[in-house]
């Protein structure tokens, strides 16, 4: 079956450090890939998208992603944390067409001084 | 941030009962999509409509319907509601990106919280 997996489900970083959270995904052929952000209480926000072209995507909120084919993988990026980054992420992917998304569980973000 | 408003945002309910939840937006947007969110589960698709009337079931729809008579308005029914159906429901829209995988949720609600006792 066709899933996403985020391995961590809670990190935690201290302000200002750099942050690697991690998306793999199942299926062969090139998915199109999303990661969004959810804040306590809230809902999702877009934070970014591959679809096609260069591999490293530039999204909101100085995060970036990598689409590394070979390893099924879309980590996200930040190379500085700040405390409001504190939140839930999620990467989620179309794996053919036009079908919907699949999301991944999740991964808790934790920011300490 | 996009306009869109989901109404209950808490309700409380006794198995058995109806519900209904509304998701109405103001960006004219074309799709929009109702999900449920469970610790564990992440975020699953239970219906999507791609315009006025044309609904699609996703991934969790049994014990669902749905209906759209207007762009804006998207209603999400539990018929007879169970206590697996406690969850917090998010409505979602997108405008058509006109290309595969591009039709996907752009904006989210905040959350209906609806628990069933």
């Known amino acids: 079956a066709q899933s996403v997996t985020q391995p961590d489900i809670h990190i935690t970083v201290s302000e200002g450090a750099s942050l690697e959270l991690r998306c793999n995904y199942s299926?062969?052929?090139?998915?199109?890939l999303f990661w969004y952000v959810q804040s306590p209480g809230q809902g999702l926000q877009l934070l970014l998208k591959y679809f096609s072209g260069d591999t490293l995507v530039q999204g909101i909120k100085g995060f970036e992603a990598e689409f590394k084919r070979s390893q099924s993988s879309f980590n996200l990026r930040k190379p500085s944390v700040h405390w409001s980054d504190a939140a839930e992420y999620f990467c989620a992917v179309v794996f053919s067409g036009n079908t919907p998304l699949v999301f991944g569980k999740g991964t808790r973000l934790s920011v300490i001084a | 941030d996009a306009g869109i408003t989901q109404s209950p945002r808490h309700k409380v309910t006794e198995t058995g009962t109806p519900v209904t939840l509304r998701c109405h937006q103001t960006?004219?947007?074309?799709?929009m999509y109702w999900y449920r969110q469970d610790p564990g589960h992440g975020l699953r698709l239970i219906h999507y409509?791609?315009?006025?009337?044309?609904?699609d079931k996703g991934e969790v729809s049994d014990g669902y319907s749905v209906s759209r008579s207007k762009t804006e308005d998207f209603l999400l029914t539990l018929e007879s509601a169970t206590s697996s159906q406690t969850s917090v429901y998010f409505c979602a829209i997108s405008e058509s990106l006109g290309r595969p995988g591009g039709n996907q949720p752009q904006h989210f609600g905040d959350g209906t919280r609806l628990s069933i006792l």
């Open positions: 299926y062969g052929a090139t998915p199109y």
């Open positions: 409509s791609y315009g006025v009337k044309d609904t």
């Open positions: 960006e004219n947007h074309r799709y």
